[in-house]
């Protein structure tokens, strides 16, 4: 039996520059929460660290640790100035901290639970 070669006309087969591209499956329809979506879906820490530095720009991610960093420190008593003393971090931005500790979204409060840090003070229960 002799095979049958296809002429470029007759082919199914698309060439390169023919085919269409893949669909886009697009995340949430808010950018944050597909952002948060994003975070959860990492495994551990290396893996989060590596989505942050593609993500951040390094004075972006300074500002994220600088403000992650104090949060032990709040929640141990310590004052804003020797917060500041302690870490550098400015005494305006210890004070947004502590702001959203207490009347924040609860954010800093779940993620303190989770690594069990001490609160001593009742800063993070105080809106439970």
Same mark, same amino acid.
């Given at each position: ?7 470029p ?16 499956? #697009?995340?949430?329809?808010?950018? %944050?929460?597909? &952002?948060?979506? +994003?975070?959860?879906?990492? @495994? !551990? ?18 500002? #994220?640790?600088?403000r992650?960093? %104090?949060?032990? &420190?709040?929640? +141990?008593?310590?004052?804003? @100035? !020797?917060?500041?003393?302690?870490t ?38 105080a809106?439970?």
């Amino acid at each position: 039996m002799k095979r049958r070669i296809a002429s470029p006309e007759s082919s199914p087969v698309r060439s390169p520059r023919e085919r269409k591209p893949a669909p886009v499956v #697009l995340p949430a329809a808010d950018p %944050v929460l597909a &952002l948060c979506e +994003a975070l959860a879906k990492l @495994r !551990d820490p290396a893996e989060i660290a590596a989505f942050l530095d593609d993500l951040c720009t390094p004075a972006e991610l300074e500002a #994220l640790a600088d403000r992650w960093r %104090v949060v032990p &420190l709040l929640l +141990a008593g310590r004052t804003y @100035r !020797d917060i500041h003393d302690l870490t550098g971090v400015s005494v305006t931005t210890v004070g947004r901290v502590a702001r959203c500790l207490t009347h924040g979204a609860g954010g800093y409060r779940a993620a303190a639970r989770h690594l069990k840090l001490h609160d001593p003070s009742g800063i993070a229960a105080a809106k439970r």
